[in-house]
């Protein structure tokens, strides 16, 4: 049975790198044929409008529902199936239903953000219909895009809303229906054969992390140290001790500006570009008290030497932090625009899945080899039939 399928993204919040997950909200809407037991009566009056099935609001089959699940999903919560009947009759003869559910789910999802806060990020929702593909399969509802491709799901991008997430606008989603194949285990004293196939339907939402808002707070906090720092060599060698009550003060703002980041910033088992930038701030202090020092005990011995000590050290750190402050932006710009690359990519991989049979132990990084064969494909709503079409037997996949 041919289930067509259509999805309404209308909310996505709560994008959490430390959890690694994100809220979504959706409406699910499916189309496909009744089945034969479920003892619909026919209306007298032939509308093209939909009509409520045997004029029960609450009405649902007791035959065949096209139950969906949210794979990697922490929690799901389903509405009630909503049925109309539609006036379109499907390759059997049978009338054809239009059903709607609401989702609101809980997904886990990976985010790497090694490049924090130049990272670039995927927002995965896959819709399992918990179906044999030679029962029951998903096919999209709505005719292909302009561009020839599927359109499966729509996101509210209008509104929907991030704290410090943007969508990228020269890439729009990925979407599509692929078959998965999980590949039992070729090991031990029996090798077994044959798939455990579903019907899912994906989308990959790309969005990238709002990094001008980094650099406006915490990079301009660091900056600002930083300048601080090499700015202490105003103070005359001869007065030691306000330099090194100076390197103190701007240490201990440092140190306790980084127990801020810890707790304000997504939490990472691996250093991130913003805490690279941090690091090399607590370098540039180490750099600073050693020069310092250095100009400290060379004036006992020849205070010319202490002088140009102090003036090569001050210009040093200078001139070495400002080079190092425009590799490190240049290098984060060079960052995303290798994510942004590798992002295309992705996406078109995934595009490129839509029709396939992917296997699951493969990883889904690239599409499948094989084209599904389907039946011919259900009319949507609104559209009439001159012929009916047969259904074509597809070949089990088990």
């Not at 499916?30 to 037991?37: G, V």
């Not at 306790?256 to 910033?265: R, V």
Request: hydrophobic content about 45%.
């Amino acid at each position: 049975m041919a289930v067509q399928l259509a999805l309404s993204i209308r909310r996505l919040w709560a994008v959490d790198p430390t959890e690694q997950s994100f809220c979504v909200e959706l409406t699910c809407f499916t189309y496909h044929e009744s089945h034969a037991h479920d003892g619909i009566t026919t209306p007298r009056s032939i509308d093209k409008a939909l009509q409520l099935v045997n004029g029960d609001r609450a009405w649902t089959s007791k035959r065949f529902k096209p139950e969906l699940c949210v794979a990697n999903a922490l929690n799901q919560e389903w509405g009630a199936w909503q049925f109309m009947l539609s006036p379109e009759q499907g390759p059997h003869g049978r009338r054809l239903l239009l059903g709607k559910r609401d989702l609101v789910a809980t997904i886990r999802q990976e985010f790497p953000l090694s490049a924090f806060p130049f990272d670039v990020q995927a927002l995965d929702i896959k819709i399992n219909l918990e179906a044999d593909p030679t029962v029951a399969y998903l096919l999209p509802m709505r005719p292909n895009l302009s561009n020839g491709s599927p359109s499966v799901a729509d996101v509210a991008y209008d509104d929907i809303r991030f704290p410090d997430l943007h969508f990228i606008a020269d890439l729009p989603h990925a979407q599509g229906i692929r078959t998965l194949r999980t590949l039992p285990p070729k090991s031990g004293p029996q090798r077994l054969g044959g798939a455990i196939a579903s019907s899912q339907a994906f989308v990959s939402i790309p969005i990238k992390r709002a990094s001008a808002k980094y650099l406006c707070t915490s990079g301009a906090v660091l900056f600002i140290i930083s300048l601080c720092v090499c700015s202490t060599f105003i103070v005359p060698a001869s007065n030691s001790g306000t330099r090194m009550a100076l390197d103190l003060v701007l240490l201990l703002t440092a140190v306790a500006f980084k127990l801020y980041q810890a707790q304000a910033l997504p939490q990472t088992a691996y250093v991130t570009r913003l805490d690279g930038l941090a690091v090399a701030v607590f370098v540039l202090l180490f750099v600073v008290l050693c020069v310092h020092s250095a100009v400290f005990i060379a004036q006992r011995f020849d205070v010319e030497a202490a002088s140009w000590v102090n003036l090569g050290g001050w210009a040093g750190c200078l001139l070495g932090w400002m080079s190092f402050t425009i590799g490190w932006l240049c290098s984060c710009y060079s960052s995303m625009r290798e994510q942004h690359t590798r992002m295309c990519t992705r996406l078109r991989v995934l595009a490129a899945q839509h029709g396939h049979e992917v296997d699951v132990l493969v990883g889904m990084d690239r599409p499948g080899g094989k084209r599904l064969d389907r039946s011919p494909r259900v009319p949507t709503p609104g559209t009439a039939t001159r012929q009916r079409p047969s259904a074509v037997p597809r070949k089990s996949m088990v």
